[in-house]
């Protein structure tokens, strides 16, 4: 069974400092993929990776940035936390564009 | 444009009662269709999807869906629910030729005794 895990379920972090997000696949996936999930808005995407070194703006990419140096890894990094990402931060990865995705647990992050 | 429409926000149904949880989408080109449900501080699961082949398509925990072509639809449903289907269900659709996976906004589905 494919297993995604992310390296933090609960995170806190103060208005400026730099913030890793890391997120691990154990299935050879060659999508992998950021999303933000707020209340009422649903799940939007904010980076994806089809290939190693490979990445991709989504929707709202703005704040954000990404790294994928090896195919299992995908790191989301807030370069200045702001208190306007405090929010749930869900990783996906699939096989190829039109398979289903899988997602880690999710990690809350407030930004105080 | 593409887009993913779930009208409902909230859907409270009793136990054992049927259930219709409804996605729209737009597009012009092909599509792949998915419903996932997520519980409370969990991911998404995936429930079901259909990629080609038989419209009506069946998933875990009972829960079916239809495509439906000209309507642009893939409603769930599942004829008898339980207290434990109480969670967030999401519509998702991937676009032929393109990276582009869009979620809905999420039906919260309420389970009542």
């Known amino acids: 069974d494919v297993k995604v895990t992310q390296s933090s379920r609960y995170l806190v972090k103060r208005t400026g400092e730099k913030v890793f997000l890391e997120c691990v696949q154990d299935m050879d996936h060659e999508n992998m993929f950021w999303y933000r999930q707020d209340p009422g808005l649903g799940l939007r995407l904010i980076y994806f990776s089809y290939d190693v070194k490979m990445k991709e703006k989504g929707d709202i990419p703005e704040g954000y940035s990404v790294s994928r140096e090896k195919k299992e890894r995908f790191s989301l990094i807030l370069e200045s936390a702001s208190t306007n990402q405090t929010s749930m931060y869900l990783c996906a990865s699939s096989f190829d564009r039109y398979q289903p995705q899988h997602f880690g647990d999710g990690t809350r992050l407030s930004i105080l | 444009a593409q887009s993913v429409t779930q009208l409902d926000s909230q859907v409270p149904v009793f136990e054992e009662a049927p259930v219709e949880l409804r996605c729209n989408y737009s597009s012009s080109v092909s599509v792949y269709l998915f419903w996932y449900v997520q519980y409370p501080n969990q991911g998404l699961q995936l429930l079901l999807k259909?990629?080609?082949?038989?419209?009506l398509v069946k998933g875990i925990n009972g829960f079916e869906a239809e495509f439906n072509k000209s309507q642009t639809s893939f409603h769930l449903r599942k004829p008898s629910v339980h207290i434990s289907d109480t969670a967030e269900y999401f519509c998702?659709?991937?676009?032929?030729?393109?990276?582009?996976?869009?979620f809905g906004t999420g039906t919260r589905l309420k389970v009542l005794a």
């Open positions: 259909y990629l080609s082949g038989s419209t």
């Open positions: 998702a659709v991937s676009f032929r030729g393109t990276y582009k996976y869009i």
